[in-house]
């Protein structure tokens, strides 16, 4: 199987990526302003989206098919948007997905802009989440 084409959604074509999140049974979605990634064969396999945050990017949403999943297409797809990024990306994960994110360079976040601490502060009232940065 040939690996996916990578490539950063133009506005306009963004309710795909909605699109591939409902099928998927996901509750993520897009907003308007989101820098929206994907990886795509015959149709989208993962996405991802980073939102503008403080002097960064806030990654809400990484997802690849359940069919495709284990065969490196979120560290491709991470690799690619983040290539195109030169500013901290910050995210939240459950601490089972730390050492995925360790391998693609994200480490503890020290110091979180205070609107992404306030949410992670109310997120954790009801699950356990870490915060990572990159850069």
């Known amino acids: ?3 996916p084409h990578i490539r950063c959604l133009p506005t306009a074509l963004t309710p795909l990526a ?35 945050v403080a002097d960064g990017f806030w990654l809400t949403s990484l997802l690849v098919a359940a069919t495709r999943r284990n065969q490196g297409i979120a560290s491709h797809l991470l690799d690619r948007a983040l290539a195109e990024v030169e500013a901290p990306v910050w995210l939240f994960c459950g601490p089972a997905l730390a050492d995925f994110y360790a391998r693609l360079h994200f480490k503890p976040a020290a110091d979180l802009p205070v609107e992404l601490a306030e949410r992670l502060s109310r997120y954790q009232r009801t699950k356990s989440l870490i915060a990572l940065r990159y850069r």
């Open 1 to 3: 199987m040939k690996p």
């Open 18 to 52: 909605d699109k591939f999140y409902r099928a998927q049974r996901s509750p993520m979605r897009t907003k308007q302003a989101d820098q929206v990634w994907v990886a795509e064969s015959d149709e989208i396999v993962g996405a991802l989206c980073l939102r503008t």
